[in-house]
């Protein structure tokens, strides 16, 4: 069998598994009562939507590596998948926890308003989330400046330090196989391949999972991206590397049965954690990292800018950007489209610039 007859069964398989599995782990989430609380007040119709829907991705991975279990890049890339699953399975299971409830305050005033780090217009509300916020709140409520509109539950969540442990520990499982090249553009990185497949397993994780706030986002441009990747890999006369990125795809396209907007399963961090770490160890077996990485620009530039917004370099009203981007007044919709489309251009042109100017 071909190594193109592979990439579309296994492409296959893991659509079509992944939909069966979505359909029923739905089901059994929903009667377990697992599900969602989104600390945006936009997406407060979203409460009960059920989460962890990772787990069916996991199980249509799996069920496709089974399959095919003589392709190795394939069988590495789904056990890494499931060992970053289970990682974001317990940040999950932790997140069922509710730590507190902050409330929510809109400006009534016909002047902008400052409470902690925001500063709201006339009419717009906010969750009151800084120290610094909330000890702003009794003086502007005593002031008649702000009224509380509602209560936001907030989950219980792993220390960012935990969870960048367990993504280095996914990191040195990876480099433990032997299978990544330590030659990277041309280099030969020798030892530093170490800290630089870390620092992407960390990398590609935070991204992806950052990404995953909107119905569909994080999964369709794993999709867009996934696929190019395995485009990329075959016209540069590397098909067995698009193998992995094809199940990828499958599993993306799989769940997206479900996800898409408006959503009636979100995969939580159980799937953005397997999805993010399945999705950087088939770059670097590969050895298609450099398109790999380009391919992921936007959830990529996303971290940069939180990480700047955390930074106090600028100040985003919300944060990550996109929400940032739905709270100044675009659609859910029209922001999926435009990230996803960005995702497609990106990916196509670096394909042809390759293929024509390379």
Known sequence: ??????????????????????????????????????????????????TMGGLAMLLGAALAAAAFFHEQN?????????????????????????????????????????????????????????????????????????EITGETPIKTEGTERDKIIAQIVLGIFLVATGTVSSTVLGFEAGIFIIPL?????????????????????????????????????????N??????????????????????????????????????AGYITAGFVGDVIYFAVIALAIPIISVVVSLMHRAHIIKLPVEPLHHTLHYKGLSEKKIIALYWSITLIICVATILIYKFLW
Do not use: W
């Open 1 to 50: 069998m071909s190594n193109t007859e592979i990439l579309i069964l296994t492409f296959i398989l893991a659509v079509l598994a992944t939909v069966f599995f979505t359909y029923f782990v739905r089901k059994i989430l929903i009667n377990a009562g697992v599900t969602d609380s989104p600390i945006v007040t936009e997406h407060r119709h979203k409460t009960g939507t059920p």
């Open 74 to 146: 394939l069988v590495l890339t789904v056990l890494i998948m499931l060992s970053a699953g289970l990682v974001g399975l317990l940040d999950d299971l932790l997140g069922l926890k509710i730590k507190e409830v902050q409330k929510v305050a809109r400006n009534i005033t016909t002047q902008p308003l400052t409470i902690g780090r925001l500063t709201l217009q006339p009419g717009e509300e906010a969750r009151v989330a800084t120290p610094k916020a909330k000890n702003d709140l009794p003086n502007l409520l005593k002031e008649g400046k702000i």
């Open 197 to 237: 497949v870390i620092f992407g397993v960390i990398g590609s994780i935070n991204s992806v999972n950052l990404i995953d706030g909107m119905d569909g986002l994080a999964a369709g441009i794993l999709a867009i991206a996934s696929a190019s990747c395995a485009i990329f890999a075959i016209i540069s006369g």
């Open 239 to 276: 098909p067995t590397a698009a193998i992995p990125f094809g199940v990828l795809t499958g599993v993306s396209v799989g769940f997206l049965v479900f996800n898409h907007y408006p959503a009636s399963i979100i995969m939580g961090d159980t799937g953005s954690f397997a999805l993010g």
